[in-house]
């Protein structure tokens, strides 16, 4: 429904929402009719933290394929997230214009490998581009990378992402790598531990991947903090 006095918002109705990690959400909302988006954007949701106070509007990347019916969000941390998270199924939230971002797969052409590197809830727009058809008749080879401080913000993101295309062939399915950066115990460290630039500069992310990164075969997308995407960019000229 369409908000008065705000012409490029809408309201959305939670329909679902369930604890993926102990600090990640997932939460599933209606998806309007007219709402078009390519995997990897991100939608601009909104509320009003205090009442009668102009609402406050925070971008979050779409986890849900754009063929699917409604709109999905791994949600954790920041000013309003806290408010979202705290939803009940049937309440509602603001969904303002458009969805944005360059994100998309298709702004990096050619190669023949996609490198998937995220960070946290960094995982959503990959999830989005996952489990898309569309994303599958692009690219054949794809490895996805997550980064998470402990094991357990992992287990249930990756089991969310990957959730869609188990059922395809083995030859389309992403190789999927998990590193921690603040376990001790080497049982619970993931297929690697450390950060990703650092895997990327000593090679080690190379050989648990058995591929090479290079500028002829292989495309590579960043999600997550500031601080990652600047390091690993480093890394990666």
Known sequence: ARTKGFSNMQTIKLLSRRKAAPTLFVLEFERPAD?????????RLGMELEPGA?????????????????????????????????????QSVL???????????????????????????????????????AFWAAWKDVVLVLSVRQIEEAMQRTVESVAQYAALPLERRPKLIVTTTRETDPA????????????????ALEAAAERQITPEESRVLLCGNPDFIAAARAELK
């Open 35 to 43: 709402y078009s988006f390519r995997a990897g954007q991100f939608a």
């Open 54 to 90: 102009a609402p406050v509007i925070r971008g979050y990347s779409i986890a849900s394929a754009p063929e699917a019916p409604t709109l999905e969000f791994f949600i954790k941390g920041g000013q309003l997230s806290p408010k979202i998270t705290a939803l009940e199924p049937g």
């Open 188 to 203: 619970r460290f993931g297929d690697l531990t450390g950060r990703i630039p650092t895997l990327i500069a000593s090679g």
């Open 95 to 133: 969904l303002d214009g458009p969805a944005e971002g360059s994100l998309t797969p298709d702004r990096i052409p050619g190669g023949s490998t996609l490198w998937l590197l995220a960070t946290g809830s960094g995982l959503s727009p990959f999830a989005s581009m996952l489990r898309s058809e």
